[in-house]
T-cell receptor, first 113, second 118 residues
Framework: AQSVTQLGSHVSVSEGALVLLRCNYS??????LFWYVQYPNQGLQLLLK??????LVKGINGFEAEFKKSETSFHLTKPSAHMSDAAEYFC???????????FGTGTRLKVLA | GAGVSQSPSNKVTEKGKDVELRCDPI?????LYWYRQSLGQGLEFLIY????????KSGLPSDRFSAERTGGSVSTLTIQRTQQEDSAVYLC????????????????FGAGSRLTVL
């Protein structure tokens, strides 16, 4: 069975500081991995995805994530936080590109001025 | 349309009443999903429609929940005899296809319907 664990339901960083949001997954087959962002009163938007190939994936708004098979992780990073990054972030896994996605419980990012 | 539209955006109802939530997916998207988002929880899969295939209803929490998709486009999620534990945000998403490694299976979400059961 697949699962996704996001460590830290709330993360606070200062503006300009590094953003690191953690995601670990379990999957019996090669996973497809996603990060979505949800701004208040909006639906989820895709930030980035990993399917195959290069393990370092770049997404929108300066975010990137690295697939580490040995650590079963797909952590999301951004070198310098901006106030507009304040939102909730969800990690998701699908089994080999099937239609079923498993979402983590989300991490709410707060950016301090 | 340009995006996934959901209505109503907010619904307050009394326990025991029936509610209908509507989703209008992106034109041409064959796959449609319903998820439930409760406070502090992740997204809980409810149901999946793909073209004319039988839907995957494995996530529906009880027989009070049902959904249909007419003409391969608009979908309605119906909750009968609502309970307080049904209070949540119900999210609809669509994608061009239901799977595959390409960008075709990227989900586009609507803004959700927030249901409050008093």
């Amino acid at each position: 069975a697949q699962s996704v664990t996001q460590l830290g339901s709330h993360v606070s960083v200062s503006e300009g500081a590094l953003v690191l949001l953690r995601c670990n997954y379990s999957s019996s087959v090669p996973p497809y991995l996603f990060w979505y962002v949800q701004y208040p009163n909006q639906g989820l938007q895709l930030l980035l995805k990993y399917t195959t190939g290069a393990t370092l994936v770049k997404g929108i708004n300066g975010f990137e994530a690295e697939f580490k098979k040995s650590e079963t992780s797909f952590h999301l990073t951004k070198p310098s936080a901006h106030m507009s990054d304040a939102a909730e972030y969800f990690c998701a896994v699908s089994r080999g590109g099937t239609y079923k996605y498993i979402f983590g419980t989300g991490t709410r990012l707060k950016v301090l001025a | 349309g340009a995006g996934v539209s959901q209505s109503p955006s907010n619904k307050v109802t009394e326990k025991g009443k029936d509610v209908e939530l509507r989703c209008d997916p992106i034109s041409g998207h064959t796959a449609l999903y319903w998820y439930r988002q409760s406070l502090g929880q992740g997204l809980e899969f409810l149901i999946y429609f793909q073209g004319n295939s039988a839907p995957d209803k494995s996530g529906l929490p009880s027989d009070r929940f049902s959904a249909e998709r007419t003409g391969g486009s608009v979908s309605t999620l119906t909750i009968q005899r609502t309970q307080q534990e049904d209070s949540a945000v119900y999210l609809c998403a669509s994608s061009l296809y239901g799977g595959g490694a390409s960008g075709a299976n990227v989900l586009t979400f609507g803004a959700g319907s927030r249901l409050t059961v008093l």
